[in-house]
């Protein structure tokens, strides 16, 4: 996700510094040795990154941006990681003479690269109207969800919802093949009732084609299960359903699915069921 971001950045005339844990060039932009040289100098360090131990690493560790971090200037992350850790890092950038806003996104590889994603953000009105450009420049809309945490906490929900939406859906369609109606008929039958959704529209072609190649890994997806649980428990409240598709994602990680789509887990109903 951060590189078609990157990329959208240098087309919109953007002076950009990257740097990846796993190299790779953005043309156009200039590549650094590690996080503290793409960030020095900067007035705006962005990390997308894929857990809450990098984000850490990338800000606080050997070579980490904070340590050539310019006073006033902002870090944005768009790492789906832990609200509570959120709000720790964000602290200690303000230390720093800093500030930090939590801006976790949706809309997949697709809207990366089409420069069309959704921001969610936590963090203060006024920080967040410093990067706006830079928020336009990578998204079509920016909603401002609260305090810092708050970005992450309603990117969560949002995920929590995607995950047990699919797992409806996996399930349905394997039930109705089973039972003789085509995965056509129901599609279009979702699309013409109540029950239809963005996850249906979205994973239609995908699932019609038996194409798993990955949009939003199986592993990040059950990454963010585990988040969504930590928060729950840390904050006293129940998720029944998330917790029973957790059973179907540790089966999807031991059958060899982590890096494929999260749709994938749908092939081990079909085998259950005996349609494979």
């Known amino acids: 996700m951060g590189r078609p971001m990157a990329a959208n950045l240098v087309k919109a005339g953007h002076e950009v510094n990257i740097w990846n844990r796993t190299p790779k060039d953005v043309p156009g932009a200039k590549t650094c040795a590690n996080a503290a040289e793409a960030a020095k100098g900067r007035e705006v360090v962005w990390l997308c990154v894929s857990d809450t131990k990098a984000v850490e690493q990338t800000l606080f560790g050997q070579n980490g941006a904070a340590s050539s971090l310019e006073k006033d200037s902002v870090v944005v992350d768009s790492s789906t990681i832990s609200p509570s850790a959120s709000v720790q890092f964000a602290g200690k950038i303000r230390e720093l003479g800093g500030d930090f806003l939590d801006a976790p996104m949706t809309g997949s590889k697709v809207a990366a690269e089409a420069g069309t994603l959704t921001f969610m953000v936590g963090g203060k009105e006024s920080t967040i109207a410093r990067v706006q450009s830079l928020f336009d420049?990578?998204?079509?809309?920016?909603?401002?969800?609260?305090?810092?945490?708050?970005?992450?906490?309603?990117?969560?929900?949002?995920?929590?919802?995607?995950?047990?939406?699919?797992?409806?859906?996996?399930?349905?369609?394997t039930l109705a093949r089973k039972l003789g109606v085509p995965e056509e008929k129901l599609f279009q039958l979702i699309k013409s009732s109540m029950i239809r959704s963005g996850v249906a529209e979205y994973k239609e072609p995908f699932l019609l084609k038996k194409d798993y190649s990955p949009n939003f890994p199986l592993r990040l997806m059950h990454k963010d299960m585990h988040l969504m649980m930590d928060a729950a428990r840390e904050n006293g409240v129940k998720l029944p359903a998330l917790e029973k598709t957790d059973e179907i994602y540790e089966a999807a990680t031991r059958a060899g699915y982590d890096d494929l789509?999260?749709?994938?887990?749908?092939?081990?109903?079909?085998?259950?069921?005996g349609l494979k």
């Open 137 to 173: 420049n990578m998204g079509k809309t920016v909603i401002h969800m609260g305090d810092n945490g708050k970005g992450l906490a309603a990117k969560l929900a949002q995920n929590l919802q995607t995950c047990v939406i699919f797992e409806a859906l996996a399930e349905s369609l």
């Open 261 to 273: 789509d999260y749709a994938a887990t749908i092939q081990l109903l079909e085998q259950w069921a």
